[in-house]
Nanobody, 120 residues
Framework: QVQLVESGGGLVQAGDSLTLSCAAS????????IGWFRQSPEKEREVVAA??????YYADSVKGRSTISRDNAKNTVHLQLNSLKPEDTAVYFC???????????????WGQGTQVTVSS
């Protein structure tokens, strides 16, 4: 069983940067793939980035302006978002799954989400 708690969301201006954090409790954190997803009223939940023990994935929408990293000693994954745009406005969720990276929602555990609002 893994519990996930997101933090770091807020209201920012276009062009700003933000770092989201996902803190996990439970055993075996280093073996889990952690994904960051976002959902807005206009769109279905979509993957933003993911990190496993062997690699990372970035959606085209954030590639080149985001960095996902993990600190297994602290059971934490961070997602840094740069050059934020109004279209990045969404609730951001982190999720965990045993196994490799998946870009769909096939994750076993989900956090409650943190709101990111980007004003123009």
């Amino acid at each position: 069983q893994v519990q996930l708690v997101e933090s770091g969301g807020g209201l920012v201006q276009a062009g700003d940067s933000l770092t989201l954090s996902c803190a996990a409790s439970g055993r075996g954190f280093s073996k889990y793939t952690i994904g960051w997803f976002r959902q807005s009223p206009e769109k279905e939940r979509e993957v933003v980035a993911a990190i496993s023990w062997s690699g990372t994935y970035y959606a085209d929408s954030v590639k080149g302006r985001s960095t996902i990293s993990r600190d297994n000693a602290k059971n934490t994954v961070h997602l840094q978002l740069n050059s934020l745009k109004p279209e990045d406005t969404a609730v951001y969720f982190c999720a965990a799954r045993s196994g490799g990276i998946r870009i769909g929602v096939e994750y076993d555990y989900w956090g409650q989400g943190t709101q990111v609002t980007v004003s123009s």
